[in-house]
């Protein structure tokens, strides 16, 4: 390679890496447990996306330019007596906009607007149904709600925190946490259960 050539290749590359990282910086979400964005969503649906729009003006967090899916909505989770029939999400990745596929049902977590409108973004729970997991479809219908005023803690390195009887600490947040749901028991507490079942009452109850 010649001088010119090299002398070239590594602005090109530095270039490259500034547009990347400008990029990961435009949208950053939280990592946050499943649970907590039930509990943070205002609607928690099955739903089929039907067809994507282009660019709409449907403002949401400053955010103007949208792409509207018409969806079916199938099963509300959680949220408004209401049938949705359309969301939207930023037109742009770099806004955290997500990109849906025609066709296919998802469970789709989202926040209302002004007027009623859904919005949606990566940042929220979004995953085609075929995905998701049997224990997390039973979170989701049955246990999420049941610890909604529970507080998920994380834990990075032991000794952790716990000293709040109505904390979940969360040790294994780099693995699969689908069937883990934080519970509040009668007494207040709150504690890890992997699966609902039909003694749940008993369960909550349960002291160790």
């Known amino acids: 390679m010649s001088w010119t050539a090299r002398s070239c290749v590594l602005p090109l590359l530095m270039l490259c890496m500034w547009r990347l990282q400008d990029g990961v ?3 950053s979400c939280y990592f946050t447990h499943p649970q907590e964005e039930f509990c943070q969503a205002d609607v928690v649906m099955k739903a089929k996306v039907l067809a994507g729009e282009g660019q709409v003006d449907a403002g949401f967090y400053g955010v103007y330019n949208n792409v509207k899916y018409d969806i079916k909505q199938i099963k509300m989770l959680k949220g408004p007596d209401v ?4 969301i939207y999400t930023p037109y742009s990745s770099a806004a955290c906009g997500v990109a849906l596929t025609n066709g296919v049902e998802y469970l789709i977590t989202g926040r209302l607007a002004s007027g009623g409108l859904l919005h949606v973004s990566v940042c929220n729970l979004i995953r085609p149904w075929f995905k998701v997991s049997a224990a997390m479809k039973m979170n989701v219908a049955q246990l999420y ?6 507080q998920i803690t994380r834990c990075y390195s032991f000794p952790c925190g716990g000293s709040n009887p109505a904390e979940c600490l969360w040790t294994d ?10 519970i509040q028991r009668n007494d207040g507490s709150c504690a890890w259960y992997k699966r609902a079942n039909s003694a749940i009452k008993g369960l909550m109850d349960k002291k160790y």
């Open 145 to 150: 709600q049941k610890g909604c005023k529970c």
């Open 25 to 27: 910086q435009a949208c």
């Open 83 to 86: 049938e949705f029939d359309a």
């Open 173 to 182: 947040f780099i693995i699969s946490v689908d069937g883990l749901a934080c």
